[in-house]
């Protein structure tokens, strides 16, 4: 990836909140499906600001680098998604958007951030993001120290 695209966490929360004001009203949601584990952090936000206590989760690991493309389901919720938001952090190839898709045919399945690749595969989303910059999660980041400009 040639580019970089840093996400605060308030901002992340600021796109979250704009994804669940486009999923009211709540009352037609029994739940949430969180793709873990990039998904667990919006679906905290969608699940407090429409006020759902019902979260589940879909848990998937890729494969080596080697085996790209390639998934493992550990962990799924038993349901063909009829009544739930699916939500993951990030759609990019679109991979994971094809196995979950199958998984939870009838389920909403949202974004916060899509590529061009994985865009036609969600049903919403709220920040464009080109194919060739990676976005940095605000929990893959912590604070550090940045040397003045004038040290040598
Ligand atoms: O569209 P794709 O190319 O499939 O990529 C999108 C997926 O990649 C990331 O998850 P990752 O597999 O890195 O695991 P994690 O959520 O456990 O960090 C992200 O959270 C999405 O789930
Ligand atoms: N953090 C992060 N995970 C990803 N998984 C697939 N694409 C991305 C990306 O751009 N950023
Ligand atoms: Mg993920």
Known sequence: MSEKYVVTWD??????????????????????????????????????????RHVETVCIAS?????????????????????FIVVDDLVDTG???????????KAKFV????KPAGAPLVDDYVIDIPQNTWIEQPWDLGLGFVP???RK
């Open 148 to 150: 003045p400009i004038a």
């Open 63 to 83: 494969y080596d680098h080697d085996q790209q493309g390639e998934l493992r389901v550990l962990h799924a919720a038993d349901t063909d998604g009829e009544g």
């Open 95 to 105: 991979n994971t958007a094809k196995e979950i898709r199958k998984m939870y045919p």
């Open 111 to 114: 974004t916060v951030f899509a």
């Open 11 to 52: 901002m992340f929360q600021m796109h979250a909140r704009k994804l669940a004001e486009r999923l009211l009203p709540a009352s037609q949601w029994k739940g949430i499906i969180a793709v873990s584990r990039g998904g667990l952090f919006p679906a905290a936000v969608l699940a407090r600001e429409l006020g759902l």
